[in-house]
């Protein structure tokens, strides 16, 4: 008779062997196993130390570069001051990292690999290591050692110094209203005063008390009203703002001069701000300078204008002017070493005395006049675009005959002269009314902000 208690206590305990003969064979794989485990572990923790090392040795070679310029900024410049700082970081980067690596158990001592460069405005120090760990329990596998490596990597970008130079036309076009709906006011406010003959008013070649009492840019000054010089002087005061807000290091200078002749002293050029007879100073008082540039401030006006030609302006000798007084070109690096920008705010129309037209004979500005300029400076140029002009501001009445004989023969040059004056694309504008030129100006200053490092 089958009997299933004799079949059930019998397969236990052939169980019972089969499971002493499985645990013989995997106790001995279960320790090696476990003895990889925990040289894997220790290596790993060891790779932890190495990498936090590596890491702050990088974040310390890039400071201690960055720091060496701003300290040693003023004896030395150029390649010198590079060279220097970049041993300061290396040095710092090695110290870092035996300092913080410690003690290990890997038998070779552990030497980084240290490098620090200079690119693009900024420091980078990369710190790499590369070693290996004997192993204890896994040499049963046949590992006997396990290789550690690493590599860590930190910018610390520059503080970039940079001069602003912004050289604006204050010849009488300059005296334009900002766009129409001022062109319009102008006329009627300067109607009284018959700068054009009794009852009639001008908005273009009248700014000078020619035949009047007072200059039609006291007219407007009197009623409010906007011309492009006070548009101008308002992008001035803007990028002063900006620079007030960014520049924390006061890294960016500015000069403000107009471009204006004077036939009776052979002037060409003047820094109305700060007012420098040698055109050499430059401000980074902030405050100072967005109060110069205030809208009811005219630091920066038309000046001087009168209808013998005081006033007028020949940029291509006053380029010539600044280009020879304007210092070499820096790398940024040092406030002795700056990066030189220059802004043009212009109407492209070359204007000097002579018998062509009520006193002027005019032209349009050669791309020439920049090109000694663009050697040692980015050049940016903002067109104060001229629009049609018309005769008692009537589009009926055709033409502003003046506009016709003075402007109109060379206006299709103006633009592309100006364009190629500029140092390429993105540094020239056209501005036809006063929200483009404070947008074309904005934009310029933007641009140069975008391509140096304003702060730490």
Not at 57 to 86: E, P, R
Not at 359 to 388: D, E, F, R
Request: proline share 4%.
């Amino acid at each position: 008779m089958f009997d299933m208690r004799y079949v059930l206590a019998k397969w236990r305990k052939n169980e019972r062997g089969t499971f002493a003969v499985y645990a013989a064979l995997t106790f001995p794989i279960l320790i090696i196993l476990a003895g990889f485990g925990l040289d894997y572990w220790s290596t790993f923790s060891i790779k932890t130390r190495l990498d936090a090392a590596a890491d702050s040795a990088a974040v310390a070679g890039a400071n201690a570069a960055n720091t060496f310029v701003q300290l040693n900024g003023s004896l030395l410049s150029g390649t010198v001051l590079n060279l220097n700082a970049i041993a300061a970081g290396t040095a710092a980067a090695t110290q870092a990292f035996y300092a913080n690596a410690g003690a290990s158990e890997i038998n070779t001592p552990v030497v980084p690999t240290i490098s620090v460069t200079y690119q693009n405005q900024a420091f980078v120090a990369t710190v790499s290591y590369a070693t290996s760990r004997p192993t204890g329990f896994s040499g049963f596998l046949g590992v006997t050692n396990l290789a550690l490596s690493g590599t860590a990597t930190a910018t610390q970008h520059q503080l970039t110094y940079i001069n602003v130079y912004i050289l604006v036309d204050t010849s009488q076009s300059m005296g334009i209203a900002a766009n129409q709906t001022q062109m319009t006011l102008l006329y009627n406010a300067s109607a009284p005063y018959g700068p054009d003959g009794p009852g009639v008013g001008c908005v273009f070649g009248c700014h000078v008390p020619s035949g009047t009492t007072i200059s039609m840019e006291t007219v407007a000054h009197n009623n409010a009203i906007t011309m492009r010089i006070d548009v101008a002087r308002a992008a001035i005061f803007n990028m002063a703002t900006t620079a007030n807000l960014a520049a924390v290091a006061s890294n960016i200078k500015f000069g403000v001069f107009a471009m204006q002749q004077n036939p009776s002293t052979g002037t060409l050029l003047t820094e109305v701000y700060p007012a420098d007879p040698l055109l050499s100073s430059l401000t980074s008082n902030y405050p100072a300078l967005m109060l110069a540039m205030a809208p009811t401030s005219y630091v920066l006006d038309l000046g001087s204008n009168n209808s013998g030609g005081v006033g007028d302006c020949n940029q291509t000798q006053s380029l010539a002017t600044f280009a020879a007084k304007l210092p070499a070109q820096g790398n940024g690096g040092s406030a002795s070493s700056p990066l030189n920008y220059v802004y043009i705010i212009t109407d492209g129309a070359l204007d000097v005395p002579g018998l062509c037209v009520d006193g002027h004979c005019t032209s349009a500005m050669p791309s020439s006049a920049c090109a000694t300029l663009k050697q040692n400076a980015t050049v940016g140029v903002v067109y104060t675009t001229y629009i049609n002009i018309y005769t008692h501001n009537n589009s009926a009445l055709g033409l502003d005959p003046r506009f016709s004989d003075l402007i109109s023969p060379f206006l299709g040059f103006i633009s592309g002269n100006l364009s190629a004056c500029s140092s390429g694309s993105g540094w020239f504008y056209q501005a036809t009314d006063d929200t483009a030129l404070l947008n074309a100006v904005n934009t310029l200053f933007a641009s140069t902000l975008s391509l140096v490092r304003i702060t730490n």
